[in-house]
């Protein structure tokens, strides 16, 4: 079965960095877009960075432009948001998430990461 | 960027009551590009609906999404007691993804 799992969060300070995985496993990888996705405490849900099934093409929310990097290693089946220059308003759950196969939503969610960002 | 705004807040209703829940874009989305996700307390998001009408794999068929344009709906048609969670609409335009605010069906 699909399983998507997300590791590497923690609490950081702010101006610090993080890098967070999700390890795929049950499907073929290298077939899917890949998602990653936040919510902070108590509220909605952002999506934060995405990237094509070859990582030629990535997207990037306004939020976290300049200071996130998405990544992937088809051959480790593995995900990665490379998290710099945080700050609290990053304080979150982070999701990744498979794109579904037929539309630009996503049919597949790990149980997420929280990251913290506090001094 | 496109604001998708739900519609209420929060509902309160019994169980085998009817859930209706709005879901308004601030300008006209492609049909197929919405997508209606739930949300338990300690989950991940689960997708529902995608192509604004269509069930995900192994959603059972009380569930149903409607609409186009700007304006689009889920309905349960009659709330099982594992119903009462968050409900989120998303959207996808112009390289970006956008959700509501969410909608709670509380249990009354």
Redesign the interface.
Known sequence: QVQLVESGGGLVKPGGSLRLSCAASGFTFSDYYMIWIRQAPGKGLEWVSYISASGNTIYYADSVKGRFTISRDNAKNSLYLQMNSLRAEDTAVYYCARRHSSSLCFDYWGQGTLVTVSS | EIVLTQSPGTLSLSPGERATLSCRASQSVSS??L?W?QQKPG?????LI??AS?R??GIPDRFSGSGSGTDFSLTISRLEPEDFAVY?C?Q?GS????????TKVEIK
């Open positions: 197929n590009y997508a996700y989950q991940a998001p689960r997708l995608y192509g269509s995900a794999t989120y998303q996808y390289s970006r993804w956008t959700f509501g605010q969410g």
